[in-house]
């Protein structure tokens, strides 16, 4: 059964960084495509951030230049350097991977991320 299970989350202060994992487990592909969303209360899931095989990536407008993602191809592991937090970054983080052939889409139970003011 594959699994993605993310790591790293918590409570920081404003200006503070954070630094998610999520590792693959349990398949035989590689993951193609990998990216991080994030669900706000009372908000729907929005991309953050999101990178493929050969690193091409992709960021929401909100957290452009303070938000890095990247990924361990070996390990099917994608990571998302968070910095200078702001408290409208709290949300539930959540791990996407696809793979393309066959299509599989996978996500992962979330991390929560909280940034007090």
């Known amino acids: 059964q594959v699994q993605l299970v993310e790591s790293g989350g918590g409570l920081v202060q404003a200006g503070g960084s954070l630094r998610l994992s999520c590792a693959g487990s349990g398949t035989i592909y590689s993951f193609n495509h990998m990216a991080w969303y994030r669900q706000a209360p009372g908000k729907q899931r929005e991309l953050v951030a999101s990178i493929t095989t050969g690193g091409s990536t992709n960021y929401a407008d909100s957290i452009k230049d303070r938000f890095t993602i990247s990924r361990d191809n070996r390990k099917n592991t994608v990571y998302l350097q968070m910095n200078s937090l702001k408290p409208e970054d709290t949300a539930v983080y959540h791990c996407?991977?696809?793979?393309?052939?066959?299509?599989?889409?996978?996500w992962g139970q979330g991390t929560q991320v909280t940034v007090s003011s």
């Open positions: 996407y991977a696809e793979v393309w052939i066959p299509p599989l889409r996978y």
